[in-house]
Nanobody
Framework: QVQLVESGGGLVQPGGSLRLSCVAS????????IAWFRRAPGKEREGVLC????????YYTDSAKGRFTISRDNVKNTVSLQMNSLKPKDTAVYYC????????????????WGQGTQVTVSS
């Protein structure tokens, strides 16, 4: 039984920072690729960042480049998303997702999802 729980969302002013965390259970994290997705109001779900089993990161959206970073701790079974220089367009519900794979570029679905955490960027 795989479970993912996100935390760390909240209200932040433009230019501010947030760190989101995802705690996984029911799996051995070092065998899984982990990714962050987001859904903005009235928009389709969008991939943000992915981290492979080897620790290599892949940006799914250009808007995150230079501002967001992803990291993982396989001992604690956690993955984090550090978000800097936040913009109002980053407002969304953020989800972590995982699958058994080695590469973020594989054409494969993510079968396991968390419930999401709300991020609101507003002045």
């Amino acid at each position: 039984q795989v479970q993912l729980v996100e935390s760390g969302g909240g209200l932040v002013q433009p230019g501010g920072s947030l760190r989101l965390s995802c705690v996984a259970s029911g799996l051995t994290l070092n065998s899984y690729t982990i990714a962050w997705f987001r859904r903005a109001p009235g928009k389709e779900r969008e991939g943000v960042l992915c981290i492979s089993t080897s620790g290599q990161s892949t940006y799914y959206t250009d808007s995150a480049k230079g501002r967001f970073t992803i990291s993982r701790d396989n001992v604690k079974n956690t993955v984090s998303l550090q978000m800097n220089s936040l913009k109002p367009k980053d407002t969304a519900v953020y989800y972590c997702a995982t699958r058994i794979s080695k590469s973020c570029d594989e054409l494969r679905v993510y079968p396991y999802w968390g419930q999401g955490t709300q991020v609101t960027v507003s002045s």
